[in-house]
Nanobody, 122 residues
Framework: QVQLVESGGGLVQAGGSLRLSCAAS????????VAWFRQAPGKERDIVARISWNGGSTYYADSVKGRFTISRDNAKNTVALQMSSLNPDDTAVYYC???????????????WGQGTQVTVSS
């Protein structure tokens, strides 16, 4: 079992930065692929970024590439999402999710956090 708790969301002006953090419980967290998803009002939940179990492989959605950075610290059981050059289109609830194994498909995430709201004002 893995429990995920996100933090770091808030209100920021366009062009600003935020750092989201996902804290995980469970001794086996280091073997999980972790991703950040986001869901804006009236839209589907989409993957934003993904990081492999050892941090050696990352993926970013085209919409955030070059602006967001995902990282993890397995010793601390945390995954972070550093977001910069934010714009109003980034406004959404951001979720941390984890799944065992190294699959890169967007499905299969079995553990989810409760989400943290990010609002970017213009």
């Amino acid at each position: 079992q893995v429990q995920l708790v996100e933090s770091g969301g808030g209100l920021v002006q366009a062009g600003g930065s935020l750092r989201l953090s996902c804290a995980a419980s469970g001794r086996t967290f280091s073997i999980y692929t972790v991703a950040w998803f986001r869901q804006a009002p009236g839209k589907e939940r989409d993957i934003v970024a993904r990081i492999s179990w050892n941090g050696g492989s990352t993926y970013y959605a085209d919409s955030v590439k070059g602006r967001f950075t995902i990282s993890r610290d397995n010793a601390k059981n945390t995954v972070a999402l550093q977001m910069s050059s934010l714009n109003p289109d980034d406004t959404a609830v951001y979720y941390c999710a984890a799944k065992p194994g190294a699959s890169t498909v967007v499905t299969g995430y079995i553990y989810w956090g409760q989400g943290t709201q990010v609002t970017v004002s213009s």
